[in-house]
Every structure is written in structure tokens, then in C-alpha cells.
């Protein structure tokens, strides 16, 4: 009987999660967030279709295993020197300033040292995966607001563990001196070590023996033992299940066989993650926010707002145009899935249970309500950037970091590239070699360098402000190529430059065919979509083997 009601409860829970997340497409809702909504839903706060979502519990838990050992397996390390800069400074910029902020303020309303670092860890992460998602479904993942997000996310990412580690110390704590920490999470550190050493002499030979054989199913079988094997081996040192999993993934990354584990994997921590986040949407007690609507609201407002600030003061430390730094602080606003693996996490283990009282309620809620509006505030950002952009003072302030008072004036016939990607360093060198001189202008300081050491005239900064335009001194330019990889930095570029110059060629490179005709109605003259010259490209080398071939005798 058991049983039937856990898959009544798992028919319903998947059923529900598809029609919301179908009808969430529609309206530009994110999966993850959709899930959320559905358990909401579905949960024993609304229509009550699951009443009891202890029943599902232990697979939602597989859901975290599986989707922390994702995080570990998948963290690009290959990216880590590119990304070096704005994953530490701009990530522990954000990551210190948030906790700091969310842990004086629980102070300062009275909560005790333990549950006033709990409420901080959850306020640190945002959400990994929707924001991704995001990026790359707009193809911004290298836009300068793409790096700049996909650094912070990393650091977050990378800082979980170490807060996941500290959640059993913190309630030993409650009960005893803080030396009490410290034994805790040193005895902690010492298993996880030796369960990781282990697992990485271990987990390649088995997977290398078992590849051999060339029996898929033996291989599957063999990463579920990888991964729930060190987790369950982590947990006996009172070290989550979770992080077990995650260093599971850290030690397969390593491995050759890191790219067929994930592969075989995905599908099942795509089905098992989907169950954990619907089941933190049962999770969501509508009677909050009719009994304490201002208190709900109030929160969720201080949250968002406070973390979107924080991120735009590391944004401009790191010298981002106001664009970008509008666009990275409202990408990064929300709570992220991690703040309820980590409240997951303090409940499993026993640590901090209750500690929070009718706080955690709130907190749960406000957690979940920012994740669901992620996509409204992407949405809302250009708005708020514009709307910042006409400030005036504002302007001069950002506007002075992204300008080079060193670039020279006077020159008149010149080609601005925007973008010294690979394809802007092309352009750039033919253009010299033809005697036309090159002005380069992106938010890469990196490149920026790269162009200088070229000989190039270069300058740092966005091109989508009139400030910037007047610094390349465009309207004396005779062309601007806009190589930059945000679709939306294109649009207003090329209106911009049609304003303040209108007999300026400009051409554009975008990503997709669907882009094109936006740009063409923004003032464009050439406009090149990279997916259809590399289409037409790979056709004429393949007919050109095909019509070249010999005829079969």
C-alpha cells in the first residue's frame, strides 16, 4: 500500500511539474522556477495533492546527491585562469559583503551566532542553474555580464562547500564552546580527505576495468557506486551526503572518463533534481504571505535589492560599464537552489533544527519568490539601466572608469572595432595591413592588452554610451564593426550610433538569423549572422568534396 501512494505521489508530482513548466514556457518561466510553482501548488499548503511530502524525501535527497555531484564534475577548470579575475574578487567581493550584511542585520533582530550564519550562507548563493540557463539560451555567456555572472556563480559554487561543512559544527555549537567548531569541522576535513584520496586512486580503475568491458549498463552501475558510495562514506564523519557527492564529482572530473559519466548521469539527475525542486515548492506556505504579507514583502525587497546592490558596487570595483554592472546585479539578485540544499542539508544532519522558529518560514518563502521573479528582473534590466544611464552623475562616475584618457584625438576616417575577439583581431590586422588604422574598444582589460602589445589604439569601455562614442570620436569614423557577443549591447549600440552618427557605416556580427532583423530596423548597413556563414561555409566544403569525386566505375 505503501508503495501505491509513492507512486500516486510521484505520478502527480511529475504530471504537475510538466503542465506548469509548459505553461510557464509561455510566459518566459524558467523549468526550475516552473517546479518550484508546481510543488506549491500541488503541496499540502494549497490543494493538498501530495499530503505528506515526507513519502518522496528520500528520492528529492538523491536529487541534491546527483545534482552537487553535476556541480563538481561539471566545474569548468579549464575556464578557471580566463575567469580568474571576476571569479575571486568579484566572488568574494560578493560573497563577503552579502554574508557580512545578512549576518549583522540577524544580529542586530536578535538571532543567535548559529542561526545568524545559517540565514547568511542561504543569503550568499543565487541560483546556478536558472541564470545559466538564461545566459545561454540569449547567447550572453560571453557578453561582459555573462563573464561576469559565470565567475561570481563559480566562487559561489566553490564557497558552498565549505559552508556545507560547517552546518554540523554549527550545531554542535548551540550546545557547547565554539572550540567545539573547530574540532567538528577538523575531524570532518580529515575523513573527507581520506575519503577522497581514496575514491581517487579507486573510482579510475574501477571505472577503467569496467570501461573495458564495453557493457553500458556495468558502466552506469559503476558511477551510481562512485558517486553514492563516497557520499554515503563522507556522511559516517557527519559530513552531508550532498558534499560527499560533490567531491565525488571533483574526483571523476579528473578522470578520462569524466564526459561519459556525465552523459550517462544527466538524464537520471535531470528526473531526481526535478523531484527535489518540486518537493521545495511543497515546501512554500501560501498562508504566509496572507497572514504576514509586509513582513514577506519587506524581506524579499531587502534581499533582492540588498543583493543587487552589493553586486553592482563589486561590479564597478571591477571597473564594468553601468550597463553591465545593472544587468549582472539583477541576473544575480535571487536565492539560489543551493540556500535550500543547505536548509535541507542543516535539517538531514540534525545541525540546526528549529534554530530559526517561525523565521525559516519566511525565509523559505522569500527564497523561493526570488527565484520565481528571476525572469521578471532580467527582464526589467535594460529598463533600469537606461533609466540609471540618464542620470547624469551616475554616468560621469561609471562613465570615467570605462574611459582611456590616454587614446589620442583628432583622427578622422578611422574603422572602430568593437570586439578584439578572434574575429576583431583578424579585421584588425588586415585593416593595417591595407593602411587603415584601427581604433579597438572592449571590456576585456585582457584584450585590451593584446590589442596595445599589437600596436592598436585601444580603448576600454562599453560602447553602448555616448560617452564612450564620443571618446572614439565616431562621428569622425568612416565604419564601426560590432563584433560583441550580447544580443541586446548590439540593438542599443546601433541606435545609439545612428543618433549621434548618422552617416557612420556600421556593421554587425550576430549570433543568430532571428536577430537580424531587429538590428536591420535599429539602423544597421551590413548585418552578418555568424550561424548562417558557418552554415553556408561547412555546405561549400562538403559539395566541393562531393562534386569533386570521382565517378564510381
Known sequence: MHELSLLHDLVVIFMA????????????LPSLAGMIVAGALIGPHALGLIGDPTRVSALAEIGVVL?????????????LRELF???????????????????????????????????????IPSSTAIVLRRLHGE??????HGRQMLGILLFQDVCVVPMMLLLPALGEAGQSDPRAILLSLSRSLVV??????????????????????RQRDVFVLSVFVVVIGTAWAASLADVSLALGAFMAGVVISGSAYRHQALGELTPFREVFASLFFVTAGMLLDGALLVAHPLAVLGLFCALVLGKALVVMLACAWMRLSLRASVLTALGLAQVGEFALVLLETAHGSGALAGALGAFEGELLTVSILSMIATPLLAALAPQVADLLERM???????????????????????????????????????????????????????????????????????????????????????????????PTALERAVTLVRRVAPKVIVTVRARYEGELPGLRAAGADHVVAAEIEAGQAITAQVMERHTRRPPAA
Open 192 to 213: 573527507l580527505a581520506l575519503v577522497v584520496l581514496i575514491a581517487r586512486f579507486l573510482a579510475p580503475k574501477l571505472l577503467h576495468a569496467v570501461a573495458r568491458t
Open 139 to 144: 547567447g550572453a555567456l560571453e557578453a561582459p
Open 67 to 79: 545534482l552537487l555531484f553535476g556541480v563538481g564534475i561539471e566545474l569548468p577548470f579549464g575556464r
Open 392 to 486: 547624469p552623475r551616475l554616468r560621469r562616475l561609471w562613465g570615467a572608469r570605462d574611459s582611456d584618457p590616454a587614446l589620442p584625438h583628432g583622427r578622422s576616417g578611422h574603422v572602430i572595432i568593437a570586439g578584439y575577439g578572434v574575429a576583431g583581431r583578424a579585421l584588425a590586422l588586415c585593416l593595417a595591413g591595407e593602411g587603415v588604422a584601427p581604433v579597438i574598444v572592449d571590456l576585456n582589460q585582457k584584450l585590451i592588452g593584446a590589442a596595445i602589445e599589437d600596436g592598436f589604439s585601444a580603448c576600454f569601455g562599453d560602447v553602448t554610451t555616448p560617452e564612450i562614442l564620443e571618446q572614439l570620436e565616431v562621428e569622425r569614423a568612416r565604419e564601426l564593426v560590432l563584433l560583441i557577443s550580447d
Open 85 to 123: 579575475r571576476p571569479m575571486v574578487v568579484g566572488g568574494s567581493l560578493q560573497v563577503l559583503c552579502t554574508g557580512a550584511i545578512a549576518f549583522a542585520l540577524c544580529r542586530a533582530f536578535g538571532f543567535g551566532m548559529p542561526s545568524s550564519l545559517l540565514v547568511s550562507f542561504c543569503a
Open 17 to 28: 511539474a510538466i503542465a506548469v513548466s509548459l505553461l510557464g514556457a509561455r510566459i518566459g
